[in-house]
């Protein structure tokens, strides 16, 4: 299907969730509690001066959208100054488990949803604005953003995309002339930062915790008409929704996040804050906050400052997490099951499909088809060696895949490759001792390796697709965050365009695949961050 390109103030909206579920008419926008709504129709707060800094050609042609100019009606769509006739815009109203506590409502307290384009291939998919001002679920809020949060998010959003990790996209990154009072770190020291909004895209924002509100409060028809509504347009292979199809719908959502789950692990990304109001019912990353990728191989490793006592969020722990928030979620679920019981099909669903995703991941990215049992306690052992050398995850396995072709010979030199491969990507100040382990690894691995079937080049090729050479490191964001405070928006240009194409080589951009460097081992913003936006 083919639709003409448009400016997004010209597109029609359609608004199924409005019209199909039930909800309120916002009075005004005072912080309150919402009692038998799914959302609040309320509108976007105007800013002084929307102007556009940053826009996703990719996801922009797939919407068939045109880009603005810097400043006009579309900009001031994307910046929360206008509505077009056929958008109903509205916040959603969902509770959540933050950090294994139960915070009761909570909802879109700086998103609202403008409604929902179609796409070039005939699909939907909502539009919804970040930073568009206040909202009934704003609490103590203002609903706000300022730009050092937004462009983090417009940017990962589309780096995940690029890796190929389940994810909601960044359609634009707008300026608003206003500034924004916040507290980094929540250290009681508040400074104005410069605002922004960006326009995220997903065919649906539903997460696990609009489903929880529901239970919760009792309201049993809204919570059937929710699941009613999400499987005929979002899983609609499942059949009419009823008992039978909310168990295979459930165990739909389990193996999606399970993939999703994988998908992180396999390329060193840590979420941050896995709250379940942060859990897409579509198995997508959603609410990029306090991410990072794994630097040295800590799997104890937050980025997360509010998490610092627990890490509760840590890379290792997400598995677990995300089987606890579906284990919630079959909470929320349960009024509509005669035996809740059945939904543990799911769960098990989940535990099995990330251990095979994951293994098959991980030995994709040694090169490796599977050929014994063996392999299984060989990719585990891995995972502590890396630990104990301290080595950054991503450098190492994109040399590892360089180094596959010369390992395949036994040429009598491993052992110097091995050292100098630990020497390259280790963090250690004296990796030898620490790396002992790893060198032992990698001597059972170059064995192994040469009892594949494939010849050296297509090893090599098939790592290098599976082993990128460039992520969103924070400091690289934090880097393009302070040259577009400061005016200046190459830098960001520059790395939007190296994370599209994260597997190349782009020699002329080797800078951008470093270590990370010392000055961004304490620094806020490259090492450690906070829920604050």
């Known amino acids: 299907m083919s639709i003409n390109v448009r400016p997004i103030d010209q597109a029609v909206f359609r608004n199924s969730f409005v019209e199909e579920l ?35 050609d990719d996801c922009a042609a797939f919407l068939g959208l045109s880009r603005p100019a810097e400043r006009g009606p579309a900009v001031d769509v994307l910046g929360g100054n206008a509505v077009t006739p056929s958008m109903k815009p509205f916040a959603a109203r969902y509770g959540g488990h933050q950090f294994g506590n139960w915070a009761g409502q909570l909802g879109d307290g700086r998103a609202l949803s403008l409604g929902e384009i179609e796409a070039c291939d005939g699909s939907w998919w909502e539009i919804q604005l970040k930073g568009a001002g206040p909202t009934p679920y704003s609490r103590r809020a203002d609903g706000r953003a300022v730009l050092r949060s937004s462009l983090r ?13 389940p994810t909601t996209r960044a359609l634009s990154l707008v300026g608003t002339g206003d ?55 979002h899983f609609p292979e499942l059949g009419e929704p009823g008992e039978a199809v909310y168990l295979q719908w459930f165990e739909e959502i389990c193996r999606r996040t399970a993939i999703m789950i994988a ?49 509760r969020y840590a890379f290792g722990q997400q598995p677990r997490i995300a089987m606890w928030n579906l284990m919630m979620l079959a909470r929320g679920l349960s009024p509509l099951i005669s035996k809740a019981e059945d939904l543990g099909a799911g769960l098990e669903t989940y535990r099995l499909t990330f251990t095979q995703t994951h293994q098959e991941m991980m030995l994709r990215k040694l090169g490796l088809a599977p050929l014994a049992e063996e392999d299984a306690a060989l990719v585990e052992e891995l995972h502590q060696a890396l630990a104990e050398a301290e080595v950054d995850m991503t450098l190492f396995f994109r040399q590892l895949s360089h180094l596959s ?62 082993n990128p050479k460039y992520v969103l490191r924070n400091y690289l964001a934090q880097k393009a965050i302070e040259g577009a405070e400061a005016g ?12 599209k194409t994260p597997f190349a080589e782009h020699p002329d951009d080797d800078e951008l695949a470093a270590k990370r460097p010392d000055w961004a081992r304490t620094k806020a913003g490259c090492a450690t961050l906070s829920c604050s936006s």
């Open 263 to 311: 998908h992180w692990m396999n390329v060193g990304f840590v979420h941050g804050v896995m709250n379940t109001d942060n859990m897409s019912i579509l198995g997508l990353t959603i609410d990029y906050g306090p991410y990072g990728w794994l630097e040295p191989y800590e799997p104890d490793w937050t980025p997360n400052t509010t998490d610092f006592g627990q890490r």
């Open 405 to 466: 072709a010369p390992l395949r010979s036994e040429s009598g030199s491993e052992s110097a490759l091995f050292r100098e491969l630990i020497a390259a990507t280790s963090y250690a100040a004296s990796p030898t001792a620490e790396a002992e382990h790893l060198e032992g690894w990698l001597q059972r691995y170059a064995q192994r390796l040469r009892l594949e079937p494939s010849d050296a080049h297509s090893i090599r090729e098939v790592m290098l697709s599976a």
């Open 22 to 56: 039930r909800g309120e008419i916002a009075p005004d926008k005072r912080p309150r509690q919402v009692p038998g709504a799914c959302y609040s129709r309320v509108g976007p707060t105007p800013v002084s001066d929307p102007h556009l800094l940053a826009w996703s």
């Open 179 to 233: 500034t924004v009072v916040r507290d980094m770190f929540y250290s009681g020291d508040p400074r104005p930062e410069p605002g922004a909004v960006v326009a995220r895209v997903s065919p649906s924002f539903i997460r696990f915790g609009n489903f929880q509100i529901m239970a919760t409060m009792g309201e049993t028809d809204n919570l059937r008409a929710l699941a009613d509504y999400t499987i005929r347009h």
């Open 488 to 499: 200046d928006l190459s830098p960001l240009q520059r790395l939007m365009d190296v994370l």
């Open 153 to 165: 998010e417009f940017l990962c959003s589309e780096a995940m995309h690029w890796l190929g990790v």
